[in-house]
């Protein structure tokens, strides 16, 4: 094999190789056309289906936009005035809590001294008149018994007489 064979080879081996190369590169462009046809056709159909849509949306927003700004103004506002009012109740209700915290005390004193008071009556009472009466019920006693002893001497002596000393104690 010389060399103008093998350059013969070489050189129909490269033209086939160009000619495959030129096949892909029309397989490529025709593919490349038939794609790009559909993405127009998908392109105009998102124009023609959704495009109306958000135009729809983006009025409606403008639209509603004072509204919801004014809705949200009115929520901050009231939640203003409910964070007012709700300190005032709880100031309110601190005030009452505190007060009737005080009642209790006083009423606790009060019910205190009461007791103690009505305790030391009891014992003035004690000492003036009950331990007088039971020591003039006792000399009482004491003279009663003198005087029977000393004038129902006689009556004694015939009961006693007449009941035996075991009986008495029955």
Same mark, same amino acid.
Request: hydrophobic share 45%.
């Given at each position: 094999?010389?060399?103008?064979?093998? *350059?013969? &080879? !070489?050189?129909?081996?490269?033209?086939? +190789?160009?000619? &495959?190369? +030129?096949?892909?590169?029309?397989?490529?462009?025709?593919?490349?056309?038939?794609?790009? +046809?559909?993405?127009?056709?998908?392109?105009?159909?998102?124009?023609?289906? %959704?495009?109306?849509? /958000?135009? *729809? $949306?983006?009025?409606?927003?403008?639209?509603?936009?004072?509204?919801?700004?004014?809705?949200?103004?009115?929520?901050?506002?009231?939640?203003?005035?409910?964070?007012?009012? *709700?300190?005032?109740?709880?100031? $309110?209700?601190?005030?009452?809590?505190?007060?009737?915290?005080?009642?209790?005390?006083? /009423?606790?004193? *009060?019910?205190?001294?009461?007791?103690?008071?009505?305790?030391?009556?009891?014992?003035?009472?004690?000492? $003036?008149?009950?331990?007088?009466?039971?020591? !003039?019920?006792?000399?009482?006693?004491?003279? $009663?018994?003198?005087?029977?002893?000393? !004038?129902?001497?006689?009556?004694?002596?015939?009961?006693? +007489?007449? %009941?035996?000393?075991?009986?008495? !104690? &029955?």
């Amino acid at each position: 094999m010389d060399n103008s064979n093998l *350059l013969i &080879i !070489f050189i129909a081996v490269t033209a086939a +190789a160009v000619v &495959i190369q +030129a096949g892909m590169l029309i397989g490529m462009y025709l593919a490349m056309r038939k794609t790009s +046809a559909r993405m127009e056709a998908l392109a105009s159909e998102v124009k023609t289906k %959704v495009m109306p849509t /958000a135009e *729809l $949306t983006h009025n409606m927003l403008l639209e509603m936009r004072p509204k919801v700004e004014t809705v949200l103004s009115n929520v901050s506002e009231s939640s203003t005035i409910m964070k007012a009012q *709700l300190q005032r109740i709880d100031a $309110t209700l601190s005030d009452v809590v505190d007060r009737a915290r005080l009642q209790v005390i006083r /009423a606790d004193e *009060l019910l205190n001294r009461t007791l103690d008071r009505v305790e030391e009556t009891g014992d003035m009472v004690h000492r $003036t008149v009950v331990s007088p009466v039971k020591q !003039f019920s006792g000399v009482m006693h004491g003279v $009663t018994a003198g005087l029977e002893a000393f !004038f129902g001497n006689k009556r004694r002596r015939r009961d006693a +007489a007449g %009941v035996p000393q075991d009986e008495m !104690f &029955i």
